[in-house]
T-cell receptor
Framework: GAVVSQHPSWVICKSGTSVKIECRSL??????MFWYRQFPKQSLMLMAT?????????EQGVEKDKFLINHASLTLSTLTVTSAHPEDSSFYIC???????????FGSGTRLTVV | QKEVEQNSGPLSVPEGAIASLNCTYS??????FFWYRQYSGKSPELIMS????GDKEDGRFTAQLNKASQYVSLLIRDSQPSDSATYLC????????????FGSGTQLTVLP
């Protein structure tokens, strides 16, 4: 089946530094990638939607200059958390949409802790 | 009103019983509905998708959709302790460009 590889699975960084999270679709072309954030005991909240070769569309309240999304190819999308702060500590999950098929494949998630 | 609502639980059922999870959504024009299971610290995994009114069965799982009532449910028969997890209802709301909107999740515990 379709697989999305997400790395790293966990990362601890110092406040003020930047962290890059990668999601790769291993056996299909991900025309659209969704990025979610999940705080403890809460549901997934959509941060942004990116289409290959286009600028990402951010949800209301999500700072586009802080959460940089790049979807330069059909198999790779990245989320960079810039100038991270402790309140950015969360579980970040990507989800790829496979072209016209109505299938969403989730990455395994990245646990970010900012100290 | 939240766009996708679920009872947060927790819901506890004994092993072997039927667990019933419910979800309502606000947009009558929504077309696609999904149930995901999420274990603590893990990413969601798809259990069922349903697009048409009625029941859809897959093993011990049955999804039920009633678009007139804007209601989708998930039944888990012969519940096992390994089914203990948070169950997330997700809806592709009309006009949302295929984004999924998630409910808050229902925490299910199956007691041995």
């Amino acid at each position: 089946g379709a697989v999305v590889s997400q790395h790293p699975s966990w990362v601890i960084c110092k406040s003020g530094t930047s962290v890059k999270i990668e999601c790769r679709s291993l056996d299909f072309q991900a025309t659209t990638m969704f990025w979610y954030r999940q705080f403890p005991k809460q549901s997934l909240m959509l941060m942004a939607t990116s289409n290959e070769g286009s600028k990402a569309t951010y949800e209301q309240g999500v700072e586009k200059d802080k959460f940089l999304i790049n979807h330069a190819s059909l198999t790779l999308s990245t989320l960079t958390v810039t100038s991270a702060h402790p309140e950015d500590s969360s579980f970040y999950i990507c989800s790829a949409l496979q072209g016209t098929n109505y299938g969403y494949t989730f990455g395994s998630g990245t646990r970010l802790t900012v100290v | 009103q939240k766009e996708v609502e679920q009872n947060s639980g927790p819901l506890s059922v004994p092993e072997g019983a039927i667990a019933s999870l419910n979800c309502t959504y606000s947009d009558r024009g929504s077309q696609s509905f999904f149930w995901y299971r999420q274990y603590s610290g893990k990413s969601p995994e798809l259990i069922m998708s349903i697009y048409s009114n009625g029941d859809k069965e897959d093993g011990r799982f049955t999804a039920q959709l009633n678009k007139a009532s804007q209601y989708v449910s998930l039944l888990i028969r012969d519940s096992q302790p390994s089914d203990s997890a948070t169950y997330l209802c997700a809806v592709n709301l009309r006009g949302s460009a295929r984004q999924l909107t998630f409910g808050s999740g229902t925490q299910l515990t199956v007691l041995p």
